[in-house]
């Protein structure tokens, strides 16, 4: 799937739940998708404009001046479960910190402590962040049928962030030298 439809994926995926401006697309991929997918207005707007043209998408004048609000079409829904249908195109991964670590010969060894502290945080972060959703999701009253995929993707999220606290936990046992002894 080119990058292209995965952008599409994703905005039709949020004009199915309710419409919305492309203002308010970007803030859903943002605060929702975005522990796991990321889309910048530069291609949002674009992917909006080419799935109006095709009729997937339908606009209307939003409550803003030069706003509009885009709602999802009927050939919208049956193109979005054909994107959906598709395999995923996998990306190479980019981790910052495994790029860090694997040189970690060529840095000191407390900017590597420094390094494995702060990944820690940002897991625990994670985890506290996943914890808050899932609590909002026990009061979803709207969105009610969406709850158990979302779930789904909050517990993706946990894993990974409880796996990397392994993880860190582990290099610092690995990386660590033993501590010596004064010899007597």
Known sequence: MARQSQTATAVLGVLSIEPATGYEIRQAMGSVLGH???ESFGQIYPCL???????????SPGERANSRRYGITAAGRTHLAGLLAESPTRQPPRNGTLLRVFFGQAQPPAALAALLESTEAEARDRLATFAAIRAELATEEEHVEHVPYWTATIRAGELAAEAQLTWVAETRAALTPPA?????
Do not use: K, S
Not at 49 to 59: I, W
Not at 180 to 184: F, K, Q
């Open 180 to 184: 010596t002894l004064p010899e007597p």
């Open 49 to 59: 404009t080419d799935l109006e043209a095709d009729g997937l998408v339908q606009g």
């Open 36 to 38: 796991f997918w990321h």
